[in-house]
């Protein structure tokens, strides 16, 4: 109990701590200028991992120390990006948007903690704003909201069509990028710790594999999310499939189960409101049963080919935003996962070494100690003293560096 109790305490002493704080001259806006990313005058590379779970963890004050730990062991290591879900919707355990409009507010607090700690250890976020799949609600919540209100509704891909819909949508953005902290006393959309939003996690409508329904509703969204909040860079969320405005790649790169999903990463990227690419990386998922060399040259031709695609075509940088390789992969072995992150590190590094729209990658995924409830078939531990963690350790540094002595 008074373990407990200083756990409280502690918490209560951090919040206070955050009240009036401003961000320091290197925590600006991060913005872009042709294929770079650019923070106070300098290219900016972002370096980093997914944790989908820290606004979760968040909402519960004596567990707050996770996030803190996570962001502390990346900041040791030279990692600069967060991604984590800025959603979590319908009738689940500390859900955010518990029905259209209506918002946990302990949960949101949660969220809240993520960001001001972020701001203070010295973390970006990134920050998709739904989900694609059903986990955590997703666009199928959205769509048995609107159900349940009348709508006719035939498919989750109705989210992308149905004008109620995309009005719950539009709400969610306005409330999350108005929100104020409760801890900064800063709007989010006025955050410099947020680098950027994304429309959706893995964005796909399967029901039109033209691409056409997914396009119209990002050429709706993208400007609205910006009309909303200016200062924020803003991109899909995209897992880099190809679609019928590039043929070529997509015969010749897409996993064949990618030319169903309605996903176009040309078209889809080369709107104005949108500032960067985003891709996936999930050989993994995408391939299970490749042997290690054909999984390595399938993932420098997935790179490769996305990479001199945003520089000369969209002429914006691009993130790979999930990458890795999970221990449920048939025949893996830690010398297995260490290659494809060597591999993908390298082909990241030798666009950004010469000015290139590569602006870095973000692993799959972090957890912190204690969070074996958490623990999936990708999970990192940063302190850890694995020859993962190394590698990771390694990129950050050169990307650092890189970053140090390049001048805009």
């Not at 290591?77 to 800025?86: D, E, F, K, P, S």
């Not at 030319?259 to 949108?274: E, K, R």
């Not at 692993?363 to 409830?373: C, H, L, R, T």
Request: glycine share 8%; aromatic share 12%.
């Amino acid at each position: 109990m008074k373990c407990l109790c200083f756990i409280v305490l502690l918490a209560i002493v951090i919040a206070q701590s955050y009240v009036g704080v401003e961000a320091a001259p290197s925590d600006g806006f991060v913005s872009r200028n042709g294929v770079q990313f650019i923070l106070n005058g300098k290219p900016f590379y972002a370096n980093g991992f997914n944790a989908y779970w820290l606004a979760y963890e968040a909402t519960d004050p004596t567990t707050r120390f996770k996030i803190t730990n996570v962001f502390q062991n990346a900041t040791s290591l030279g990692l600069t990006i967060a991604r984590t879900w800025g959603f979590r919707d319908g009738a689940i355990y500390r859900a955010l948007q518990t029905a259209p409009g209506s918002y946990d507010e302990q949960t949101f607090q949660g969220l809240d903690f993520v960001i001001a700690e972020a701001k203070r250890i010295g973390i970006k976020l990134i920050i998709p704003l739904v989900n694609n799949w059903d986990d955590y609600g997703g666009k199928k919540q959205y769509v048995d909201w609107a159900r349940s209100k009348g709508e006719v509704v035939s498919s989750n891909d109705d989210f992308y069509r149905n004008p109620v819909i995309k009005d719950f949508y539009k709400n969610h953005v306005k409330t999350v990028l108005n929100r104020v902290n409760t801890f900064t006393k800063v709007a989010y959309k006025d955050e410099p710790a947020i680098m950027a939003w994304q429309l959706m996690n893995e964005p796909r409508c399967g029901v039109d594999k033209s691409g056409k329904t997914l396009m119209d509703w990002i050429n709706e969204m993208a400007p609205f999310v910006k009309s909303v909040d200016p200062n924020h860079l803003l991109s899909t969320g995209h897992e880099g499939f190809y679609g019928d405005s590039s043929p070529e790649r997509k015969n010749s790169l897409n996993p064949v189960s990618a030319n169903t999903v309605g996903a176009d990463f040309i078209a889809n990227h080369n709107i104005d409101a949108i500032d960067f690419a985003s891709m996936h990386c999930g050989s993994d998922l995408w391939f299970q049963r490749l042997d290690q060399n054909s999984r390595l040259a399938f993932i420098k031709r997935w790179l490769e080919g996305h990479i001199e695609d945003a520089q000369n075509i969209l002429k914006k940088p691009v993130i790979l935003a999930e990458f890795g390789l999970g221990s449920d992969t048939p025949r893996y072995t830690l010398a297995n996962r260490d290659g494809v992150f060597t591999t993908t590190y390298d082909i990241i590094y030798a666009s950004a070494q010469k000015g290139g729209s590569a602006a870095g990658a973000l692993f799959w995924e972090v957890i912190s100690e204690g969070m074996s409830n958490f623990a999936g078939p990708s999970s990192i531990i940063l302190s850890d003293k694995s020859s993962t963690v190394n590698i990771i350790s390694e990129q950050a540094r050169k990307m650092g560096l890189l970053g140090e002595t390049t001048r805009k």
